[in-house]
Structure formats: structure tokens, C-alpha cells
């Protein structure tokens, strides 16, 4: 899609992002709110009489809407033999336990190997909604995050689900190894979330008004610490912004331990600890290969019989296999 549209009397009122929506084109309310937040310098995108505006920015009498989408190009994902960990499965969806190191879909530089790659060789009948290079795909893991996802095999599923996201009847909740000992027992970080001003392969909190961002919600619970140097965080997400937890750990100034991204790789004092505990700890976090991260629990409504489903699982081995030197080290907090 690529028009501009005058906003009729009728639509006064109505969020962008909805509006979008609503104009057809099988655009999801995230697909919108993704080319609503784009930089003023893109091309692509949607513009209010000419200019970005955020996503909840209400329509009113006489503005007109530009939406600028990309081209679709053909593309062949090829279905690859990959093997998978399925948590569950019916005639609607599937809950895999995605492995650390998997990227979820095919993009420039990550066109083989991937979770969608995987999919497609198990099951061949997945949502279209996602578009060409995302079928199926109802959120996103980062590459060296594992854990519990969420793929709608039918358009039925997928919409139902995402709603549930936006919705925040979805529970999604991650075990995260942080850097520092955080000064509360539970904590909600509420802040927004947008392209870093300077550095457009970064999120960061951004506040600026000049600036888009979203608004972002997590929750944080300490389940367990180690000294004053880690603490293991639960980490509930309100909202789905890309990269949420690592970038509002960063901004409590707990960056998640192994984050290369978002200050996430400190070494441990000399001067706290040294001898073969410092060592064993420096091993185990050089064997990460990525952020102290996992998806450990999913919980949803089915999108075809209501029921509530709850899905748990363990964080990957080199995850535990840090909190086991981290307890040996430390001791188990009572």
C-alpha cells in the first residue's frame, strides 16, 4: 500500500495505528505501529499531513494520511530439516522451545538455519499474516535468547493470539542474570522504548519528544542474588518492544551479564574476588556466547476452545550452568 488518504467525518477521533489497521492490506495493528515509528529520514512509513506522529495521535477533522509500505519482493524460505523442540502442538499452533543462537526468521545475512526454515519443514500450512519472510510468527525472541514462542499454523490463530499480546492476556515471563545487586524486591520500569537517536542498530529509552518511542512495561521480581555482583531477575513483559528487558535492565543500571549490546559484559572485580572462583564465574559467562536470557514461561487463552494453557521450561544449560557456579560461589540466598 501506498497512498495518501483524506480522514472522512466519520473516522474523526480514531488511533492512527487503528486506522491503519482498518484500511485493509492484511496489516496488523504491530505491522502499523512499526512503519508509524519509523526515523523522519526513512522513506517508507506513515505521516500525518506530511509529518510522523505516534501511534495513539487521534485523527481529526481534515488531516490527511500518507502510508508508504515496502514492495513486497518474491522470496522461497525452503523448508530445512532442522530439529525442534515442540512443547506443543495442534491444528492451530505450536509452542516451541526455541535454542539459543537460532534467529526466528530469515533476513539479509540469516537467510538459512532459522526457526522459520525449521517450521516450514515441519509444518507446511502456517499464517500468512507475518508477511513472506514471517510465516506464522506471532512474536519475536532475539537470536541468543531461547525459549518458549508462540507460531499460529492458520490466519484464525494468529490474529487471536497477537491480540491476547496486545491485549496483555498473554503472560511471558524470563529468568535474566543481571549485573549488581538491585535495590528493591519487586520493581515496574515504565519507559519508553525507540531507536537509539545516534545509533540506529540500538533501542534505548527514549524520552525526547523529538524522537519516536513506544511506551514499555516491565515488571522485574528478584528470585535470587549472589553477593552484590548478580542478581537472577524474573522479568514479566507488559508491552513487546524489541530488546524490552535488555534495555530497561541497561537502564536501571543491571545490564543483563553476556549483553554486548547494552554494556551487559563487565569482568568481575579483582578486588571482590579473585583465585579459581573468579575464574570458574569468567568461564561460565565467556560460555554464554550472548545475554543471560531465557523465555521461561508462556501462558495464553487457545484461540479456537478459550482454555488457558500455562508452558514452563528450564533455562538453556549454559544459562543454569551459570547460576550453579554463581550459587557455588556465593551461596543460595535463604
Same mark, same amino acid.
Given at each position: 500500500?501506498? #497512498? ?25 495493528? =504491530? ?5 508509524? &515509528?519509523?526515523?523522519? &529520514? ?5 505521516? $500525518? ?7 495513539? /495521535? ?28 515442540? =512443547? ?11 535454542? +539459543? ?16 526454515? !525449521? ?14 519472510? +514471517? ?17 499460529a ?5 494468529? +490474529?487471536?493470539?497477537? !491480540?491476547q ?18 535495590? %528493591? ?5 515504565? !519507559? ?11 533501542m !534505548? ?5 523529538? /524522537? ?6 516491565? &515488571?522485574?521480581? $528478584?528470585?535470587?542474588? /549472589?553477593? #552484590? ?7 514479566k ?9 535488555? =534495555? ?8 543483563v ?7 551487559? @559484559?563487565k ?29 521461561v514461561f508462556?501462558a ?9 494453557? &500455562? %508452558?514452563?521450561? #528450564?533455562?538453556?544449560? =549454559? ?5 550453579? @557456579? ?9
Amino acid at each position: 500500500m501506498d #497512498s495518501e488518504t483524506r480522514i472522512e467525518a466519520d473516522e474523526i477521533g480514531i488511533r492512527l495505528d487503528v486506522w491503519c489497521v482498518a484500511q485493509g492490506d492484511n496489516l496488523t495493528r =504491530v505491522e502499523a505501529q512499526r512503519l508509524i &515509528e519509523l526515523p523522519e &529520514e526513512a522513506d517508507l512509513g506513515v505521516r $500525518v499531513n506530511g509529518k510522523r506522529s505516534k501511534s495513539n /495521535y487521534k485523527l481529526r477533522a481534515n488531516d490527511s494520511v500518507s502510508v508508504a509500505r515496502p514492495a513486497v519482493i518474491a522470496t522461497e524460505i525452503k523448508a530445512e530439516n532442522i530439529p525442534l523442540t515442540i =512443547v506443543f502442538e495442534d491444528e492451530d499452533m505450536l509452542v516451541i522451545d526455541k535454542p +539459543r543462537g537460532m534467529v526466528v526468521h530469515p533476513a539479509p545475512g540469516s537467510l538459512h538455519g532459522t526457526l522459520v526454515n !525449521a517450521v516450514l519443514a515441519h509444518a507446511e500450512d502456517l499464517s500468512g499474516i507475518g508477511g513472506e519472510s +514471517r510465516p506464522g510468527i506471532v512474536h519475536r525472541l532475539d537470536k541468543d535468547t531461547g525459549g518458549l514462542l508462540m507460531v499460529a499454523k492458520n490466519d484464525f490463530a494468529h +490474529r487471536h493470539l497477537q !491480540a491476547q499480546i496486545q491485549d496483555r492476556t498473554a503472560e511471558r515471563r524470563y529468568w535474566a542474570i543481571v549485573w549488581g545487586l538491585p535495590q %528493591f524486591r519487586t520493581a515496574t520500569v515504565e !519507559a519508553p522504548i525507540g531507536r537509539h537517536p545516534s545509533n540506529r542498530k540500538r533501542m !534505548a529509552v527514549v524520552t525526547d519528544p523529538r /524522537y519516536t518511542s513506544r511506551d514499555a512495561v516491565t &515488571e522485574l521480581t $528478584v528470585k535470587d542474588a /549472589y553477593g #552484590s555482583m548478580f542478581t537472577l531477575l524474573e522479568a514479566k513483559l507488559q508491552t513487546g518492544r524489541t530488546h524490552q528487558i535488555r =534495555v530497561h535492565c541497561a537502564y536501571i543500571h543491571h545490564p543483563v551479564v553476556g549483553d554486548t549490546t547494552y554494556a551487559g @559484559t563487565k569482568k568481575v572485580p579483582g578486588d571482590l574476588m579473585g583465585g579459581e572462583s573468579k575464574r570458574r564465574i569468567e568461564r561460565a559467562i565467556d560460555a554464554l556466547g550472548g545475554q543471560a536470557l531465557h523465555a521461561v514461561f508462556l501462558a495464553f487463552n487457545h484461540p479456537r476452545t478459550e482454555e488457558r494453557m &500455562e %508452558f514452563t521450561v #528450564s533455562p538453556a544449560p =549454559v544459562m543454569l550452568d551459570l547460576i550453579e @557456579t554463581l550459587q557455588a560461589a556465593f551461596g543460595k540466598e535463604k
